[in-house]
């Protein structure tokens, strides 16, 4: 179960996204000895494995971010370090250093086509355009090499998911990662919709594999026990640790005390992690709204029976590239 190690560099956002569960106000940010302490501590205690750098947008702390790569640098029990960003932070200076980090892969999260992306992420006063900004600097990041977009998909947008992703792909991008927005409301429409949209994302993904057209999609690779939430070592961005990171929602702050385990000062015991994580989902059934929990556990169906649909071919277009 500690695999992965998730640093929550700040809670801090320049966006309002319709969709996002984040606290954003109110807390700390991470130091940068702070963040090299949690590299240390996963890789002393813990044995290591892959590291995330989330948010809030991390990107509004740099140091911080600077700090984590500086840690897993020559790190080898660290195997890859993920910066999951609305791209508003990133600029040449950033592409650049993220080019030259070998174990580095870059997230940008996107929803599609300009006008779902403008409209499901509202910007702060004075902050620009994500969709322009990231456009700007569209030919850098699709040649990047290991540039992932997670296409998140709301309820309101469903009906329009396939032709979100046939934008983002028309954008250059190849590695995708799909996220259905998770602890919100569905509408039994809304979950229709979804479950079309996949099928036919679905029917794409395996014509260009048939094609022998490259196409990478992450889900296929990751697995969590809690819908949304990411498991492992959660350090939060006040340093205390927990097994999962449910406490982001504002919704569910009122279990930060539940989940907690430790700290960065006074950290746990593997133990006493993964015991913890065990109550992670009837914690999550007990606190949340029940349309809420079922809206979750149906999305997350959704996107389990599109992965499921994908292996068979995934395999066949696998062996293809591997014979050629």
């Not at 179960?1 to 700390?28: E, F, H």
């Not at 508003?88 to 174990?103: A, I, S, T, V, Y």
């Not at 329009?160 to 954008?171: C, V, Y």
Request: charged fraction near 25%; include cysteine.
């Amino acid at each position: 179960m500690v695999n992965q190690l998730i640093v929550t560099v700040t809670r801090r956002c320049n966006l309002r996204c319709s969709y996002c569960p984040t606290a954003k106000d109110g807390w700390p940010s991470l130091t940068p000895p702070d963040a090299a302490r949690a590299v240390s501590l996963f890789c002393e205690r813990f044995e290591g494995g892959d590291l995330k750098l989330f948010g809030g947008e991390p990107l509004l702390v740099p140091d911080v971010v600077r700090a984590v790569f500086s840690a897993a640098r020559d790190e080898p029990k660290i195997r890859r370090v993920y910066l999951s960003t609305n791209g508003l932070g990133l600029n040449q200076e950033w592409l650049d250093f993220l080019r030259q980090e070998p174990k580095a892969i870059l997230t940008l999260s996107m929803d599609g086509r300009p006008s779902d992306h403008r409209r499901l992420r509202q910007a702060l006063p004075g902050v620009p355009d994500a969709y322009d900004h990231l456009m700007s600097l569209r030919d850098e990041l699709v040649s990047m090499p290991r540039t992932v977009v997670t296409q998140t998909i709301a309820p309101s947008t469903a009906r329009f998911a396939a032709e979100n992703f046939e934008h983002l792909l028309s954008l250059g991008f190849s590695r995708f990662n799909f996220l259905p927005g998770y602890y919100v409301p569905w509408r039994e429409e809304q979950l229709a919709a979804l479950r079309t949209g996949f099928s036919d994302i679905a029917s794409t993904i395996v014509e260009r594999w048939r094609d022998g057209r490259f196409l990478y999609v992450r889900n296929l690779f990751t697995w969590a026990p809690t819908p949304f939430f990411n498991t492992g070592m959660i350090v939060d961005a006040d340093g205390s640790i927990h097994p999962s990171n449910l406490g982001l929602s504002a919704g569910l702050a009122d279990t930060l005390e539940e989940t907690r385990v430790g700290s960065l000062v006074a950290p746990p015991t593997r133990a006493a992690l993964e015991a913890k994580a065990r109550e992670v989902n009837a914690l999550l059934e007990r606190r949340l709204a029940p349309e809420v929990w079922r809206s979750t556990l149906s999305a997350d169906h959704e996107l389990s029976r599109f992965c499921r649909g994908l292996y068979g071919d995934f395999l066949d277009y696998r062996r293809r590239r591997n014979a050629a």
